[in-house]
């Protein structure tokens, strides 16, 4: 059973790593951070009759159990007709927020074996 994940459905946790951009503010304390899940599990689950089709109206971190994060805006697109990819958006006004956020993402990578490379703008 995941301890952490991402869900867009109550319950349901999306087992498709995502692409995800980070970027902050010029003091560090804000910043945002940019989902994307190409042919995301939720879909296939829904073509599996596994769960019936709800639909997705945010994105949840879930941690241990509870609800952490959750953010409404989240998009869904369409490639003729078929949903292919989600894109979230996750804007972090406090730096309690991004701090949670920041940790959250700690323990997630680490569950998934993701990595974070920074950016570099002369290449």
């Known amino acids: 059973m995941m301890s952490i994940g991402i869900q867009f ?3 349901m946790f999306e087992t ?3 692409v995800v951009k980070l970027t902050k503010s010029r003091n560090g304390n804000t910043g945002t951070a940019t989902f994307i899940f190409y042919n995301p599990t939720t879909f296939r ?3 599996n009759s596994i769960y019936p089709m709800r639909p997705v109206e945010g994105m949840y971190f879930v941690w241990d159990g509870k609800e952490e ?3 409404k805006d989240v998009t869904v697109i369409y490639n003729r007709g078929q949903p292919f990819l989600i894109r979230s958006v996750c804007i972090f006004k406090t730096p309690t927020d991004w701090y949670h956020f920041l ?3 700690d323990a ?3 569950e998934r074996g993701l990595y974070f490379a ?3 703008p002369f290449f």
Request: hydrophobic share 25%; charged share 25%.
């Open 69 to 71: 994060l959750t953010t």
């Open 16 to 18: 498709t790593t995502p």
């Open 108 to 110: 997630y990578s680490k």
């Open 118 to 120: 920074e950016e570099n």
């Open 103 to 105: 940790k959250f993402m």
């Open 9 to 11: 459905i109550s319950g």
């Open 45 to 47: 689950q829904w073509d």
